[in-house]
């Protein structure tokens, strides 16, 4: 919210990096691998981490009864220079299908959300 009011932007999109699905393999000459690491984190963009904050002048960005806010909304607010990133470095974890899920389980019963 801090990060919000300070802006001054009409909104705001929290941003993670998103850890990587797999492991990642360098292969060399002769197929020799020359680096492997099990899947790393992304360093070299942001995500949606899909948590938003607005002020209320966000519904005028809403042109059309059945509009993807996600698409045309938050575009217009892009190209208004209206939306600022707060970068979250903490943990983050997707959770859009069974498997993301079992995941965010097996963290809680472990304890490990912190």
């Known amino acids: 919210m801090r990060h919000?009011?300070?802006s001054m932007k009409i909104g705001t999109i929290t941003t993670v990096r998103p850890p990587?699905?797999?492991g990642e393999v360098?292969?060399?000459?002769s197929n020799i691998v020359k680096k492997f690491k099990e899947k790393p984190s992304v360093n070299n963009g942001w995500i949606n981490g899909?948590?938003?904050?607005?002020n209320y002048k966000?519904?005028?960005f809403f042109k059309k009864k059945n509009e993807i806010f996600e698409r045309e909304p938050l575009e217009r607010l892009v190209k208004?220079?209206?939306?600022?990133?707060?970068?979250?470095?903490?943990l983050w974890q997707c959770m859009d299908t069974p498997r993301d899920?079992?995941?965010i389980s097996l963290m809680l019963k472990k304890n490990k959300l912190y």
């Open 20 to 22: 990587a699905r797999f």
């Open 50 to 54: 899909g948590f938003f904050v607005f």
């Open 26 to 29: 360098n292969i060399g000459n």
């Open 101 to 103: 899920k079992k995941i």
């Open 4 to 6: 919000h009011q300070n």
């Open 58 to 60: 966000i519904f005028s």
């Open 80 to 90: 208004k220079k209206q939306l600022s990133a707060f970068k979250h470095i903490g």
